[in-house]
Nanobody
Framework: QVQLAESGGGLVQAGGSLRLSCAAS????????MGWCRQAPGKEREFVGSVTWTGIIYYADSVKGRFTISRDNAKNTVSLQMNSLKSDDTAVYYC??????????????WGQGTQVTVSS
């Protein structure tokens, strides 16, 4: 069984930066995309970004140009560098893994989530 563990959330002022990290354990995620989704209070879960096993990267339009996702297959980790944060980015961020691109909203594995709060 795969476990995903996030770290790096917190409180930041608008315009600031945070870096989220996620480490997978239990097995190597060969063939799986790893990435991030988020859910704000009262809102639907939202895809943020993903990177496939072969390194193809996808972003939601809302974060393009501000967020950067990276992956280390050897270490079974994925990271999300978030810059120019806005209050709309406030949400619980989940590390996820799925076969395919990771954009479908259907995930095979989830982390417990880490809170990101952006104060205006």
């Amino acid at each position: 069984q795969v476990q995903l563990a996030e770290s790096g959330g917190g409180l930041v002022q608008a315009g600031g930066s945070l870096r989220l990290s996620c480490a997978a354990s239990g097995r190597t995620l060969n063939g799986y995309a790893m990435g991030w989704c988020r859910q704000a209070p009262g809102k639907e879960r939202e895809f943020v970004g993903s990177v496939t096993w072969t390194g193809i990267i996808y972003y939601a339009d809302s974060v393009k140009g501000r967020f950067t996702i990276s992956r280390d297959n050897a270490k079974n980790t994925v990271s999300l560098q978030m810059n120019s944060l806005k209050s709309d980015d406030t949400a619980v961020y989940y590390c996820v893994a799925a076969l395919g691109s990771g954009r479908s909203g259907r995930y095979d594995y989830w982390g417990q989530g880490t809170q990101v709060t952006v104060s205006s």
